[in-house]
T-cell receptor, first 113, second 112 residues
């Protein structure tokens, strides 16, 4: 089955700096890669996603890049703000497997003012 | 549009008991998935239901089961509870053909 590894497990950045989280996946059939943000005590929220036919996608301060050959994808947050502090999860799925997401272990991001 | 609703929010049970969790998806969504979240194992897929049929199943023992009703609402049942079943159980819904999952706030289950 699919295996997703996520690094780093914790990330501390100064407000205004950039944050980068990297994930690798094992199943070359995976074709959908979402990112979720989970604040303490709250539900995971989809912040951005990318499909395998696209190499990069951007939404304001957030961007995701995908390298299918290397089987890795990354989340980039620019101009970080204290409200970006949360746990971020990457995930992968194969459309043929329906809505079965395999999640990475999560990255705890702390933005210091 | 209302989000995914899970009830109850908190549950305390003892070993050996059984429990039923409920999930109401976003209106119009036909797929409901269940995930277990623990500090040690992270987010793990339990199963997915689409149009009242189980479409996918994760690697959990048979004590974990679920079902979906004709109105897309779903229930998850855990029988013979073990201490290790203590976790946040998250339900997520999607339209069906689109993988965008929207999560509920979860049910925090504590097994004593």
């Amino acid at each position: 089955g699919e295996n997703v590894e996520q690094h780093p497990s914790t990330l501390s950045v100064q407000e205004g700096d950039s944050a980068v989280i990297k994930c690798t996946y094992s199943d070359s059939a995976s074709n959908y890669f979402p990112w979720y943000k989970q604040e303490l005590g709250k539900r995971p929220q989809l912040i951005i996603d990318i499909r395998s036919n696209v190499g990069e996608k951007k939404d304001q301060r957030i961007a995701v890049t995908l390298n299918k050959t290397a089987k890795h994808f990354s989340l980039h947050i620019t101009e970080t703000q204290p409200e970006d502090s949360a746990v971020y999860f990457c995930a992968a799925s194969n459309e043929a497997a329906g809505n079965k997401l395999t999640f990475g272990g999560g990255t705890r991001v702390l933005v210091k003012p | 549009k209302a989000g995914v609703t899970q009830t109850p929010r908190y549950l305390i049970k003892t070993r050996g008991q059984q429990v039923t969790l409920s999930c109401s998806p976003i209106s119009g969504h036909r797929s409901v998935s269940w995930y277990q979240q623990t500090p040690g194992q992270g987010l793990q897929f339990l199963f997915e239901y689409f149009s009242e049929t189980q479409r996918n199943k994760g690697n959990f023992p048979g004590r974990f089961s679920g079902r979906q009703f004709s109105n897309s609402r779903s229930e998850m049942n855990v029988s013979t509870l073990e201490l290790g079943d203590s976790a946040l159980y998250l339900c997520a819904s999607s339209f069906g053909g689109d993988e965008k999952l929207f999560f509920g706030s979860g049910t925090q289950l504590s097994v004593l």
